[in-house]
Every structure is written in structure tokens, then in C-alpha cells.
């Protein structure tokens, strides 16, 4: 009878190892176990931190961006954080998807051991090698984390939208859009959102309302490439203004509008490439006309951080590149947060937070930013000193 007793309880106990492990194994990479609504936190706050433009591949990923990317994350520790676009870079041409997938491995890994949360759309480069690695084939990596908490209700894999609910969860305090811009058009710039897109944000942003008894629900977006209307927040200038800017686009000087942007350290170092000039995608008249967007923040221009309100009331900004091995401003790679009230969420404040104050060791020389959009400008401005005058003749 004991050896009995003995063999049912030696059972049991490894039936129980079993189910232990089996449990433990369903909290791992891949399994979806937990309630993914993002949710304020019990003091009224919640925090979201915006990273672009990490653009590694594989084994020869920057240390340095990894280091910054976990740093930011210790340091602020968000709710939430948002990768908008240009995650992969497009200078390996003999990347593989083993490549690609270890580019996605190495920023989202960091999260899913602290368990935060992230959510990710892509950018123009994600799209350049779709003949190596496509979108569903992104999602499908991103997907394998468990904190990887975007929805499905979009008509492409990186477009959704996710809301965040009060701290008790009953009700939805504000809304987030992520939104993939696709790659450059065929007549030149990006092409932006397409028609679809914009049906779906216009049909989602209306059933957000109805939902919240006929009020707009306050939203902030994501996206990768700005929208032309940036340009909103520059004036027109001479070459030799202090500041100044050239844009390849329309051959026109600007500088920031100061009765629009925010003087909080952020810097125009580029003339943004944007949706194409002549190309009308009504993302923006739609931001206007159904009033739900209190900020929209791009990536893509990775010297630009500047931030602003058009006279429309629609606020833009970026966050410069967080990665490097493509161009940027030495240590002043960045990370964008924005924290949020759940009393008054459109009272939101947002700051950058550069690698260079962040980190104990410094960037250095970075090779990458030999190869950046603003050394035009450096370059045009030669050009202007000596010729301003006879383009002033042929320009008439």
C-alpha cells in the first residue's frame, strides 16, 4: 500500500512540474497570455516613448544604439514604447531575412525582458527590401513578442489604431493612430498614406466618437514620413538668414516660424522630405476637419527635432534618428518622450532626451553623418554666396 501511496504521489509531483513548466512556456516569446489593453496608471499618469530610424541589420547592429534604446527605457521607464518606422536600413545589399530578423530581435528583445509594452509601424527603408523581407513577414517577427501590443483593425499590418483606457479601464482616454506611410512615389518624394488609409482613419476616428457619446476622442499619431504641410510651420527667407535651411524640393530658403514653434531646444537641420509636393493625400485637411488629432510626430528627417502648432491648431514634431549607422548629429541622437494626465490628456507634455546627456560614454565621430541632407544646405549656401546674384537674374 505505501509503495502504492508513494508511486501516486511521485505522480503527481511531476504532473505538477509539468503543468509548471508548461505555464511558464505560454508566458514565453510567442504566447499571448495576458489582457493587452494599454491602461493609465493608478496616479493618473501614463508615459510613451517615441524611437525612429534605428536602421541596423544583423550581427554588425550598433552597440551604441542598443545601449542608448535600453538606457532611455531604465531611465524613464514608459508605459509604452513606439517604433515609427525605418527599423531596418536598406545599405546592406546582401542582407538576408535571417539579417532582418535579427535587426528586429535586437530592439525588441530589451523590451520583452523589462515587459514593456511597444507598438511599431514602418518606414520607407522597411519597405525597400520586401523582395527579402515583406510586411506580413515583419508583423509576423514582431509578433513572436508577447509585449508587442498592436491591434489588427487596420487595412494593413502597420496601420491600427490602440486606445488607452482610464486607470480603473472603463472608459477610453485617448487614442493612439499608427500609421504606415509606405515609400517614395513614382513622381518623386513619398507617396504618404493612400486612399485607403484615410477611409479607415476617417471611419475609425467616427466610431471613436460615437463610442464616447458623440465627443471626439483626443489622439496622438505616429508616422514615419511627415506630411507636406510641415512646411506650414517654416517661413520663406534669404540664403544668408541665420538658420536657414535649402530645400531641393521647390529651390526655396526657410527657416522656423517663431509665432509657431516651441522654443524648447528642438532644431530644424533639414529640409523635411515629405509626402510629394503635387501629390494630395487629405491626411491633414482630414486631421483639420474631424478635430481629433492633438499631435502628430514623425520620423525619417533624423536632424530635424523641432516642434510646433499651424495656424490650422494642428501640432507636429519629431524626433530625430535614435540610431547610427545612418546619418545624424553626432551625440545628438534622441529619443522623444511624451507624459500624459489622465484628467486633462491634451495637456500633454512632450521632451527629447539626447544620447550624449544620457549616456557616460560620449558618441564621438560618427562616419554616418558625413552623409546627411544637411550638408546641402552647407553646400548651397557656398554656391549662393558666389552666384546668389546671377540666380536672382535667372529665377526672374
Given at each position: 500500500m505505501k509503495k502504492i501511496l508513494c508511486f501516486i504521489l511521485s505522480l503527481l509531483v511531476v504532473l505538477s512540474l509539468g503543468t509548471c513548466a508548461f505555464a511558464a512556456d505560454a508566458g514565453a516569446v510567442g504566447f499571448d497570455t495576458d489582457d493587452k489593453s494599454l491602461k493609465f496608471n493608478d496616479d493618473g499618469t501614463f508615459k510613451i516613448l517615441m524611437i525612429n530610424d534605428s536602421q541596423d541589420v544583423g550581427k554588425n547592429v550598433q552597440k551604441k544604439m542598443i545601449d542608448f534604446l535600453v538606457k532611455a527605457v531604465e531611465t524613464e521607464k514608459p508605459d509604452l514604447v513606439v517604433f515609427v518606422g525605418d527599423q531596418l536600413a536598406d545599405v546592406y545589399p546582401f542582407a538576408t531575412a535571417q539579417d532582418y530578423a535579427l535587426s528586429i530581435e535586437n530592439i525588441c528583445k530589451p523590451l520583452e525582458d523589462r515587459g514593456v509594452p511597444f507598438l511599431a509601424t514602418l518606414g520607407n527603408h522597411d519597405h525597400d527590401r520586401a523582395n527579402v523581407l515583406n510586411e506580413e513577414g515583419q508583423y509576423e517577427l514582431y509578433n513572436r513578442f508577447n509585449m508587442n501590443y498592436a491591434s489588427e483593425n487596420g487595412p494593413d499590418p502597420f496601420t491600427y489604431n490602440v486606445e488607452v483606457k482610464t486607470h480603473d479601464g472603463r472608459q477610453t482616454a485617448f487614442n493612439i493612430y499608427m500609421m504606415d506611410t509606405n515609400n517614395k512615389a513614382t513622381e518623386g518624394g513619398y507617396s504618404g498614406i493612400t486612399e485607403e488609409q484615410l477611409s479607415w482613419y476617417n471611419n475609425t476616428c467616427a466610431s471613436l466618437k460615437e463610442a464616447n457619446g458623440g465627443a471626439v476622442v483626443p489622439s496622438i499619431l505616429f508616422q514615419h514620413i511627415p506630411v507636406k504641410e510641415i512646411y506650414k510651420l517654416f517661413k520663406e527667407c534669404d540664403w544668408n538668414t541665420p538658420g536657414a535651411i535649402y530645400s531641393r524640393r521647390d529651390t526655396k530658403w526657410y527657416v522656423l516660424d517663431e509665432n509657431k514653434v516651441v522654443n524648447d531646444g528642438g532644431t530644424l537641420g533639414e529640409a523635411p522630405c515629405s509626402e510629394n509636393f503635387d501629390h494630395i493625400t487629405g491626411q491633414y485637411q482630414?486631421?483639420?476637419?474631424?478635430?481629433?488629432?492633438?499631435?502628430?510626430?514623425?520620423?525619417?528627417?533624423?536632424?530635424?527635432?523641432?516642434?510646433?502648432?499651424?495656424?490650422?491648431?494642428?501640432?507636429?514634431?519629431?524626433?530625430?534618428?535614435s540610431g547610427f549607422r545612418a546619418y545624424g548629429d553626432m551625440g545628438r541622437r534622441t529619443v522623444r518622450v511624451f507624459e500624459f494626465k489622465e484628467n486633462d490628456v491634451t495637456d500633454y507634455e512632450t521632451r527629447l532626451v539626447y544620447h550624449d546627456d544620457l549616456m557616460a560614454q560620449k558618441a564621438g565621430f560618427v562616419l554616418a553623418d558625413f552623409f546627411s541632407p544637411s550638408l546641402l544646405t552647407t553646400a548651397m549656401k557656398v554656391v549662393y554666396f558666389f552666384f546668389g546674384w546671377a540666380i536672382k537674374i535667372f529665377a526672374k
Open positions: 482630414a486631421w483639420v476637419k474631424n478635430g481629433d488629432i492633438m499631435g502628430a510626430f514623425f520620423g525619417h528627417d533624423h536632424v530635424n527635432t523641432f516642434m510646433g502648432t499651424t495656424e490650422d491648431g494642428i501640432k507636429m514634431g519629431y524626433n530625430g534618428g
